[in-house]
């Protein structure tokens, strides 16, 4: 068969087999449970149409095989009582309804029947009653969490005792009373157990065979008086502060802290007898909260159990509202699906970037207090770093600093007014992996970027690259060290295909991305250029026996027809490792950094040096930039869900 005909015909069969594979439906039984879950919890998203939930396009829901795999509807609004039908879902691997306060009734025993469940989490809902017992009859249970219902008061659940595979348990203010069993520190996988503000008494005793592989037990606020210890102490942290035991004048366990109730006498101990008063106010506290996290926060200072973070600063609205001008259309620097990004001025003349949300994008307070704790531990001089935040009057404000040259795909299409050379370009591949490199490897906790693409890389006043816009990352948190089941979003062109065919994203998806920029830098091209995947055109058109591979002709014309290329060979086949079909196969970020070291001294340019292009260079130019023009630095490409990525990517043969 002559090979013109041989490409379309394979392409013409992966097209019908990937259409087989999404026509499967789901089972009868999965639909049925699903439109009673609907109707029962008074579900409104509007992904949720058509009459097949596994067509990809139900958000929240994962199928495999026909099947539902994962049912993950945080923060989602849900009302109403769990129905008797959702024990029907016997392929169900993970149930997350969390943060859905009017989420109540008691839990149906039937959850019980999910027997391949191995992530259960409802904290911050509403549920009321008993803690049914069956939910010690899944045998695959890995991560459980109750926290934050209005249960039944009940004694320690021994059924948790027989749970072998469970790593993680949070039941914080679950209403749990009695003595834990030392038997339950023995199970064999038990890493993290996080049972604070229940009233939990009597002695704690970790018995002599506890799991090996415990790395946290927190029972702040309980009503403990004793802790029996082994002639060893443990190697993990144990954190028993504000419980009779550590009520005792001059305790100096490392396991008591001293809570700082006020600013008058922080190292106040409560005595015994103000144990009930002092819950009663940590509880006022957290209803206030709810509504408004940051309401008794001091980010300098690290008291009632608030993270201390460094260098950044709570604005209040009218602060911003000043330095942008009330929002001048004229500080209007870019936008995304989160709403706009606005130029502002801080009295001390420093510039900053606002992300200001717009309502459809909003997260709840816990959750947005939650990203910011994140995003307040990373400091890089690679990553765009937080400075600070506004929560007040219904606005979702994220402040960052403010980087002037806009971003590398402006750059690169030639937008910004900024050109750059071979060498240039080397050297901002080297900063954006060294920024990813540290999410990855140093960031605490470690950071999945998720959507990794030039439009992500901004460039500072000296042109070095800055990671940008973390509305997609995902933290790697200890139960998730391997990888993060995730709903498939991403921007098209750039996305991993094995994290789209697993949902199972994990450091190498960014290295994938990565592997994409750094294509970009050769050719100029978008990813996905007049309807062809710039991945399948390069590797296609790669003939090692040949001088530049033989791709002379994909060279973008700023660099191609400038000074000599050094080091392009090299570059092309550590651009080509980290696009690798398999993630396993692909290097780590840390390892694309060293290559790419490599690489710059092999041309005779020291990584560390000021990123300048050599004198003798006529392709570099560095035209003035003006903020004022028409092109919008912080603008973002449209994110795609899972299903609109099928679409859609395939229609332009990635592969």
Same mark, same amino acid.
């Given at each position: 068969?002559?090979?013109?005909?041989?490409?379309?015909?394979?392409?013409?069969?992966?097209?019908?087999?990937?259409?087989?594979?999404?026509?499967?439906?789901?089972?009868?039984?999965?639909?049925?449970?699903?439109?009673?879950?609907?109707?029962?919890?008074?579900?409104?998203?509007?992904?949720?149409?058509?009459?097949?939930?596994?067509?990809?396009?139900?958000?929240?829901?994962?199928?495999?095989?026909?099947?539902?795999?994962?049912?993950?509807?945080?923060n989602?609004?849900?009302?109403?009582?769990?129905?008797?039908?959702?024990?029907?879902?016997?392929?169900?691997?993970?149930?997350?309804?969390?943060?859905?306060?009017?989420?109540? *009734?008691?839990? +149906?025993? /039937? &959850? @019980?029947? $999910?027997?391949?469940l191995?992530? =259960?989490? %409802?904290?911050?809902?509403? !549920?009321? *009653?008993?803690? +049914?017992? /069956? &939910? @010690?009859? $899944?045998?695959?249970?890995?991560? =459980?969490? %109750?926290?934050?219902?209005? !249960?039944?008061s009940?004694?320690?659940?021994?059924?948790?005792?027989?749970?072998?595979?469970?790593?993680?348990?949070?039941?914080?203010?679950?209403?749990?009373?009695?003595?834990?069993?030392?038997?339950?520190?023995?199970?064999?996988?038990?890493?993290?157990?996080?049972?604070?503000?229940?009233?939990?008494?009597?002695?704690?005793?970790?018995?002599?065979?506890?799991?090996?592989?415990?790395?946290?037990?927190?029972?702040?606020?309980?009503?403990?008086?004793?802790?029996?210890?082994?002639?060893?102490?443990?190697?993990?942290?144990?954190?028993?502060?504000?419980?009779?035991?550590?009520?005792?004048?001059?305790?100096?366990?490392?396991?008591?802290k001293?809570?700082?109730?006020?600013?008058?006498?922080?190292?106040?101990?409560?005595?015994?007898?103000?144990?009930?008063?002092?819950?009663?106010?940590?509880?006022?506290?957290?209803?206030?909260?709810?509504?408004?996290?940051?309401g008794?926060?001091?980010?300098s200072?690290?008291?009632?159990?608030?993270?201390?973070?460094?260098?950044?600063?709570?604005?209040?609205?009218?602060?911003?509202k000043?330095?942008?001008?009330?929002?001048?259309?004229?500080?209007?620097?870019?936008?995304?699906?989160?709403?706009?990004?606005?130029?502002?001025?801080?009295?001390?003349?420093?510039?900053?970037?606002?992300?200001?949300?717009?309502?459809?994008?909003?997260?709840?307070?816990?959750?947005?207090?939650?990203?910011?704790e994140?995003?307040?531990r990373?400091?890089?001089?690679?990553?765009?770093?937080?400075?600070?935040?506004?929560?007040?009057?219904?606005?979702?404000?994220?402040?960052?600093?403010?980087?002037?040259?806009?971003?590398?795909?402006?750059?690169?299409?030639?937008?910004?007014?900024?050109?750059?050379?071979?060498?240039?370009?080397?050297?901002?591949?080297?900063?954006?992996?060294?920024?990813?490199?540290?999410?990855?490897?140093?960031?605490?906790?470690?950071?999945?970027?998720?959507?990794?693409?030039?439009?992500?890389?901004?460039?500072?006043?000296?042109l070095?690259?800055?990671?940008?816009?973390?509305?997609l990352s995902?933290?790697?948190?200890?139960?998730?060290?391997?990888?993060?089941?995730?709903?498939?979003?991403?921007?098209?062109?750039?996305?991993?295909?094995?994290?789209?065919?697993?949902?199972?994203?994990?450091?190498?998806?960014?290295?994938?991305?990565?592997?994409?920029?750094?294509?970009?830098?050769?050719?100029?091209?978008?990813?996905i250029?007049?309807?062809?995947?710039?991945?399948?055109?390069?590797?296609?058109?790669i003939?090692?026996?040949?001088d530049?591979?033989?791709?002379?002709?994909?060279?973008?014309?700023?660099?191609?027809?400038?000074?000599?290329?050094?080091?392009?060979?090299?570059?092309?086949?550590?651009?080509?490792?980290?696009?690798?079909?398999?993630?396993?196969?692909?290097?780590?970020?840390?390892?694309?950094v060293?290559?790419?070291?490599?690489?710059?001294?092999s041309?005779?340019?020291?990584?560390?040096?000021?990123?300048?292009?050599?004198?003798?260079s006529?392709?570099?130019?560095?035209?003035?930039?003006?903020?004022?023009?028409?092109?919008?630095?912080?603008?973002?490409?449209?994110?795609y869900?899972?299903?609109?990525?099928?679409?859609?990517?395939?229609?332009?043969?990635?592969?």
């Amino acid at each position: 068969m002559d090979n013109k005909l041989k490409l379309p015909l394979l392409v013409l069969l992966l097209n019908c087999f990937l259409f087989l594979a999404l026509s499967q439906t789901a089972s009868n039984d999965d639909v049925e449970a699903l439109n009673s879950l609907k109707d029962s919890l008074q579900i409104n998203i509007p992904s949720w149409v058509g009459s097949d939930p596994c067509s990809g396009s139900w958000e929240g829901i994962t199928c495999k095989n026909s099947r539902v795999v994962s049912i993950s509807l945080p923060n989602t609004g849900l009302k109403g009582q769990l129905s008797q039908n959702i024990g029907s879902f016997s392929e169900l691997d993970t149930l997350d309804l969390s943060y859905n306060k009017d989420l109540t *009734g008691p839990l +149906p025993a /039937e &959850i @019980g029947n $999910l027997k391949k469940l191995t992530k =259960l989490s %409802l904290v911050g809902c509403g !549920f009321n *009653g008993q803690i +049914p017992d /069956e &939910i @010690g009859s $899944l045998p695959q249970l890995v991560f =459980l969490d %109750l926290s934050s219902n209005a !249960f039944d008061s009940t004694d320690f659940p021994q059924w948790l005792l027989t749970m072998k595979n469970l790593t993680t348990l949070r039941m914080q203010e679950a209403n749990l009373s009695g003595q834990i069993p030392a038997g339950f520190f023995s199970l064999p996988s038990l890493q993290y157990v996080v049972l604070s503000e229940n009233q939990l008494n009597g002695t704690l005793n970790l018995g002599p065979n506890y799991s090996k592989k415990l790395q946290l037990i927190d029972l702040h606020s309980n009503s403990i008086g004793d802790f029996t210890q082994q002639n060893q102490p443990p190697s993990f942290t144990i954190v028993l502060e504000s419980n009779p035991i550590c009520y005792e004048t001059g305790t100096t366990e490392s396991f008591c802290k001293p809570l700082q109730i006020s600013d008058e006498n922080p190292q106040n101990k409560c005595p015994a007898s103000g144990v009930y008063a002092f819950r009663q106010k940590l509880r006022a506290e957290r209803a206030i909260s709810r509504n408004n996290p940051f309401g008794n926060w001091d980010p300098s200072k690290s008291n009632c159990g608030t993270p201390e973070l460094k260098a950044v600063k709570q604005f209040s609205f009218k602060e911003l509202k000043k330095c942008t001008n009330n929002f001048s259309p004229a500080n209007d620097v870019g936008s995304g699906g989160y709403g706009k990004v606005y130029k502002g001025t801080l009295p001390s003349g420093q510039l900053i970037a606002i992300k200001r949300a717009q309502k459809e994008s909003k997260q709840g307070g816990l959750e947005f207090k939650a990203e910011i704790e994140l995003l307040s531990r990373v400091h890089h001089k690679n990553v765009v770093s937080l400075v600070g935040f506004c929560f007040e009057e219904g606005e979702q404000m994220l402040v960052y600093e403010f980087v002037p040259n806009g971003t590398l795909k402006d750059t690169i299409t030639g937008k910004s007014g900024i050109r750059f050379g071979w060498h240039r370009r080397i050297k901002v591949a080297l900063g954006a992996a060294s920024g990813l490199a540290y999410l990855h490897e140093h960031a605490d906790p470690p950071i999945i970027h998720r959507d990794i693409k030039s439009n992500n890389i901004l460039l500072d006043e000296k042109l070095d690259a800055k990671v940008a816009d973390f509305g997609l990352s995902k933290p790697i948190l200890d139960y998730d060290k391997d990888h993060v089941t995730t709903q498939v979003k991403g921007t098209m062109g750039y996305l991993d295909p094995e994290y789209y065919i697993s949902q199972q994203v994990t450091e190498k998806s960014d290295v994938y991305s990565f592997g994409v920029l750094m294509l970009e830098l050769i050719t100029g091209r978008k990813p996905i250029d007049r309807g062809k995947y710039i991945v399948k055109v390069v590797r296609n058109s790669i003939d090692k026996t040949k001088d530049m591979y033989g791709l002379h002709e994909l060279i973008d014309r700023a660099i191609r027809d400038g000074s000599a290329l050094n080091g392009f060979e090299k570059f092309v086949d550590l651009a080509m490792m980290c696009l690798e079909e398999s993630g396993a196969d692909r290097p780590p970020m840390s390892d694309v950094v060293k290559e790419i070291e490599i690489i710059l001294h092999s041309i005779g340019l020291d990584p560390a040096a000021d990123q300048s292009e050599p004198s003798t260079s006529s392709s570099f130019q560095h035209n003035e930039v003006s903020l004022e023009s028409s092109h919008q630095p912080y603008s973002s490409e449209s994110l795609y869900s899972s299903s609109e990525y099928i679409q859609k990517h395939h229609e332009h043969e990635p592969r």
